[in-house]
């Protein structure tokens, strides 16, 4: 009898350490996934916006983009009903159509995602992919100061230290880059254009984030749903933005003109990015997370100076560097004492419904199913 409790109490021990390994490996690879997926898309867009040839109509990626996260979405929630069509139907139906009032709320924040990713294109075609990087980081601040105003959270003081750094750090970058702008494309750029862009777009991103996560807070709803509400809105006010900007173009050249592999390439990982990362995270911590971005920062720069002939100096060295401190001291848990209430929630990067919003990057928040991520008071 003895022996058999000391045989169960070992493969109990074994089998922790081996999930403790799994976990520990699962980190690893969560930390790859975030840094991949972070600096790809800014350097992919970068890249297929600086090359010759037939440049395709940004608004008509953004609305493509709008049309596969949709469509992914709906196929989950086929999927969580094992493919029943007809329940599938008319639970959408009820969710979306009949609770009208519930959807109209989610038009806020679509019309700013929408807004945001159109500018995030305008910035990324202006601006050094290593500059937008670290420039891009201001939505952490934006986010942080949102939710303190919105949602009353609080900060704790590494927190406001780490947001000043970051406010110093990229405020060095901007002045590194007015006294060193790129001359080698620099005809078919406009730094200040691409400057106003990246800043809008972090305003945009902390307050839809925030507003977002208020609305998930007092709905039931699931958060798949939301964002088959969200893509609706999206992808009606991504054709009027297409219609508007570039209306005549595509009426004449298609809705697909300049479309390449690589343009696909970006539009997925646009798409699906912020799926991956909900999946992923959920195997991350919220330091793992303000790894992660550091290192996408440090690699964007270094992939900048190969593929577009960046130039980094000490001035952006130090600048970046703040940054990359900040995200990390930004991203360290709160102590014990602190309330509970703070910025930091749980543990997502992106989608996920809970984590600290260290990305500022809550409108990934909301692609968590609802049992991924318990929203702490959302």
Not at 308 to 315: G, N, R, Y
Request: proline residues 2%; aromatic residues 10%.
């Amino acid at each position: 009898m003895g022996r058999g409790n000391h045989n169960q109490v070992l493969e109990e021990k074994a089998a922790s350490r081996s999930q403790s390994e799994v976990n520990k490996r699962l980190k690893y690879i969560s930390l790859a996934v975030l840094v991949v997926q972070n600096a790809s898309l800014i350097l992919s867009i970068r890249y297929v916006r600086t090359l010759p040839g037939d440049r395709f109509f940004t608004t008509s990626a953004v609305v493509m983009a709008e049309v596969l996260k949709v469509l992914t979405c709906l196929l989950i929630i086929l999927l969580q009903r094992k493919f029943n069509v007809k329940e599938t139907v008319l639970f959408l139906v009820d969710s979306i159509v009949f609770q009208y009032k519930d959807t109209l709320k989610m038009s806020v924040p679509s019309l700013i995602y929408t807004l945001q990713n159109n500018l995030q294109y305008v910035a990324i075609s202006n601006l050094p992919a290593a500059s937008f990087q670290v420039t891009y980081q201001l939505k952490i601040l934006t986010t942080a100061l949102f939710s303190v105003l919105m949602l009353r959270k609080s900060l704790s003081r590494v927190q406001w230290v780490s947001l000043l750094l970051l406010f110093a750090g990229v405020a060095i970058v901007q002045v590194q880059q007015e006294g060193n702008k790129e001359a080698s494309d620099s005809s078919n750029q406009n730094y200040m254009v691409g400057l106003v862009a990246v800043v809008i777009s972090c305003l945009s991103s902390g307050f839809a984030g925030v507003y977002f996560e208020k609305i998930l807070k007092g709905s039931s709803a699931s958060v798949w749903v939301r964002n088959v509400q969200l893509g609706i809105f999206g992808t009606a006010l991504g054709m009027l933005g297409l219609w508007w900007n570039d209306g005549a173009a595509v009426a004449e050249h298609g809705f697909l003109f300049g479309y390449t592999n690589m343009v696909w390439c970006v539009i997925f990982n646009q798409a699906f990015g912020g799926l991956l990362v909900a999946v992923v995270v959920k195997y991350a911590d919220n330091i793992l997370k303000g790894f992660a971005t550091s290192f996408s920062i440090i690699v964007s720069t270094v992939l900048s100076i190969y593929l577009f002939s960046f130039h980094v100096d000490l001035l952006f060295t130090v600048g970046a560097g703040l940054v990359i401190g900040a995200v990390y001291m930004y991203s360290l848990p709160k102590a014990a004492g602190s309330s509970s209430s703070s910025l930091i929630s749980s543990s997502s990067s992106s989608a996920s419904s809970v984590l600290p919003r260290t990305d500022g990057v809550a409108e990934l928040e909301a692609f968590l199913p609802k049992c991924a991520g318990k929203q702490k008071g959302s």
